[in-house]
């Protein structure tokens, strides 16, 4: 969850993305509902020769399940980050937020997304990170990632324990040539600079969680997954903060940036950039309402300037290309669309 529980009215909603000074690909011959924003081609061969000829685009696939989530595909292995798509009602976005919402996970729609996943990384214990992944790991068998709160969450909702890998930043686990990083992260904050929903479990809950009220945050991570030794790497949030100096030094291919719901970060976006060293493709995330199906059109979050995201990394890092990108759409390892 990476905004507070203030509701824009969402007559407000913006129709379409901002038009800029660079080319815009609409997706419509792909059949993409979210236009995709690549940088010029001087800017994009500037980045790509100062970090070296980068990864093949073949290499593996992305694709975005809404909110923060991503499923990646190397070769016949699929790693998913906070897959949270059965995507519930909890009156967020028509100003009646009800935290006692009971949590809910419809397997049709899960499945239909998952595929086999190997390995799931949990950024933080929130609803719409968490609420669908005891499901996909009873189910599948896949290896869970996670914080201390999050293993005591799944354990409590009937989740094998031995799959459950806690973590608390700074490892570099090796899955068989798939490398993920953990980085230790921070939540993002309100405009009262106060994070929502905190709290850590170093002990299983008292009761079985069934309400939304009942996943605290438990501290946040970040992940840099590598596919191998070309790549690409890929960094995911699941927040809109983050340590400086945690993801200094990182310098990955992609790197997948929650959209702010409000200025308390101190200069975010520039100093996260510069931190990350300008990483030749940024993608936000986290900008969607995540209470319509995934089945639709991205639909965005009305607390979210994604238009004053895009124009910051266009002044910040202007070689890095921006995607934009679309539930339906199947990237390469370069996000560029290969199919919808």
């Given at each position: 969850?990476?905004?507070?529980?203030?509701?824009?009215?969402?007559?407000?909603?913006?129709?379409?993305?901002?038009?800029?000074?660079?080319?815009?690909?609409?997706?419509?011959?792909?059949?993409?509902?979210?236009?995709?924003?690549?940088?010029t081609a001087a800017t994009a061969s500037a980045g790509d020769s100062a970090r070296g000829r980068g990864p093949d685009a073949g290499s593996a696939t992305?694709?975005?399940?809404?909110?923060?989530?991503?499923?990646?595909?190397?070769?016949?292995?699929?790693?998913?980050?906070?897959?949270?798509?059965?995507?519930?009602?909890?009156?967020?976005?028509?100003?009646?937020?009800?935290?006692?919402?009971?949590?809910?996970?419809?397997?049709?729609?899960?499945?239909?997304?998952?595929?086999?996943?190997?390995?799931?990384?949990?950024?933080?214990?929130?609803?719409?990170?968490?609420?669908?992944?005891?499901?996909?790991?009873?189910?599948?068998?896949?290896?869970?990632?996670?914080?201390?709160?999050?293993?005591?969450?799944?354990?409590?909702?009937?989740?094998?324990?031995?799959?459950?890998?806690?973590?608390?930043?700074?490892?570099?686990?090796?899955?068989?040539g798939i490398i993920v990083e953990v980085v230790p992260s921070l939540h993002s904050r309100n405009k009262k600079c106060a994070y929502f929903a905190p709290?850590?479990?170093?002990?299983?809950?008292?009761?079985?969680?069934?309400?939304?009220?009942?996943?605290?945050?438990?501290?946040?991570?970040?992940?840099?997954?590598?596919?191998?030794?070309?790549?690409?790497?890929?960094?995911?949030?699941?927040?809109?903060?983050?340590?400086?100096?945690?993801?200094?030094?990182?310098?990955?291919?992609?790197?997948?940036?929650?959209?702010?719901?409000?200025?308390?970060?101190?200069?975010?976006?520039?100093?996260?950039?510069?931190?990350?060293?300008?990483?030749?493709?940024?993608?936000?995330?986290?900008?969607?309402?995540?209470?319509?199906?995934?089945?639709?059109?991205?639909?965005?979050?009305?607390?979210?300037?994604?238009?004053?995201?895009?124009?910051?990394?266009?002044?910040?890092?202007?070689?890095?290309?921006?995607?934009?990108?679309?539930?339906?759409?199947?990237?390469?390892?370069?996000?560029?669309?290969?199919?919808?």
């Amino acid at each position: 969850m990476t905004q507070d529980t203030r509701v824009t009215d969402r007559s407000d909603l913006p129709s379409g993305l901002r038009l800029n000074r660079r080319s815009v690909l609409r997706g419509a011959a792909l059949g993409a509902a979210s236009p995709l924003i690549p940088a010029t081609a001087a800017t994009a061969s500037a980045g790509d020769s100062a970090r070296g000829r980068g990864p093949d685009a073949g290499s593996a696939t992305f694709r975005w399940l809404g909110t923060a989530g991503w499923r990646i595909d190397v070769g016949d292995r699929t790693v998913l980050f906070d897959p949270y798509l059965t995507r519930f009602t909890t009156g967020l976005y028509e100003g009646a937020f009800n935290p006692r919402t009971s949590l809910q996970t419809r397997p049709d729609v899960v499945n239909a997304h998952i595929g086999r996943p190997d390995l799931v990384l949990v950024s933080h214990s929130h609803w719409d990170h968490l609420a669908d992944v005891p499901h996909i790991a009873r189910t599948t068998g896949a290896r869970v990632v996670g914080t201390e709160t999050t293993y005591h969450l799944l354990v409590a909702l009937g989740v094998d324990a031995a799959q459950i890998s806690v973590v608390k930043g700074g490892e570099v686990l090796d899955f068989d040539g798939i490398i993920v990083e953990v980085v230790p992260s921070l939540h993002s904050r309100n405009k009262k600079c106060a994070y929502f929903a905190p709290g850590t479990l170093n002990s299983p809950p008292p009761t079985v969680p069934s309400t939304i009220s009942d996943l605290p945050e438990g501290d946040t991570l970040a992940f840099q997954v590598t596919a191998g030794d070309t790549g690409p790497s890929a960094f995911l949030m699941g927040a809109s903060d983050f340590s400086e100096r945690a993801v200094q030094g990182l310098r990955p291919d992609l790197a997948m940036i929650a959209v702010p719901s409000s200025t308390a970060t101190h200069r975010y976006v520039p100093r996260l950039l510069r931190a990350l060293d300008r990483p030749r493709v940024a993608v936000p995330v986290h900008w969607d309402n995540f209470e319509t199906p995934l089945s639709g059109t991205p639909e965005r979050d009305p607390a979210m300037d994604l238009d004053g995201f895009v124009a910051q990394v266009e002044k910040v890092s202007p070689a890095t290309r921006l995607v934009v990108p679309d539930y339906r759409t199947v990237y390469d390892a370069t996000m560029r669309p290969m199919s919808a």
